[in-house]
């Protein structure tokens, strides 16, 4: 599983035809196309062309729709985004939530658990909130089952914030965060290879202090994420008392 995660860092589009060359030229590692289909619908990864990242749909569920066509984004806390992705462990795996501020970039709240349900969204997005003590006009995400859950939709609406999912063909939507895996993969999680949970948890708190507050974004003009998010908030805020003085 471990080998299919950096596989699909490296090219997402891959499907099982080809994942069984690639393990066997490369790896060394014979092993049949139902048992790759097996593993990664336990991992949540599915070929980008189909759905991509830790997306599994459940039907029941409640689909919303998709709310960012065509709409500009030009300040922090307008959209908000999240994201789960699988996470390898020595002797055993876990899942690592992320919420992210679309206009910034910065990781508002995060969380990891052994289990993919939405608890973990949850936390995230707690933590997200506690951290921030504002919330978004929207809030996208991809239609998996943990998104699309009672529990997790029943918490936006109540705070006000309406709902977006990506569908068929929005899997670029979620393109910042997925270069967020990306990054926390090779540079974290795949160079030190955490043995037990709070380990990883120490090693991912570090990281994101330092994605967040220490390193420039090309992107955001060599600013980090946390000055862009919090900058451009106190001139939202300053232009609103102005407007509101003038009134």
Known sequence: MRLLDEVYLIDPCLGTRRLVTILERD???????????????????ETIWCRPRTTIPNQAHRKYPYLLRNLEITRPDQVWCA???YVPMPHGNAYL????????????GWAISNTMDV???????NQAIAQTKKLPDI????????????????EL??????????????WMDNVFIERLWRSVKYEEIYLREHATLPALEAGLEKWFNRYNNWRPHQNLGNLTPSYVHQTESEVIVTKTQILEKAA
Do not use: P
């Open 139 to 154: 809030f996208n995400t991809d239609q998996g089952s943990q998104f699309t859950s009672e529990e997790w939709i029943k």
């Open 83 to 85: 994201d789960i992705t």
């Open 97 to 108: 939530c992320a919420v992210m501020d679309w206009y910034s970039r910065k990781v508002l």
């Open 157 to 170: 609406i109540n705070r006000g914030i309406k709902v977006s999912m990506d569908g068929k063909g929005r």
């Open 119 to 125: 608890d973990l969204c949850l936390k995230a997005l």
């Open 27 to 45: 790896y060394k590692i014979f092993v049949n196309r139902k048992r790759l289909r097996r593993l990664r619908h336990h991992m949540g990864i």
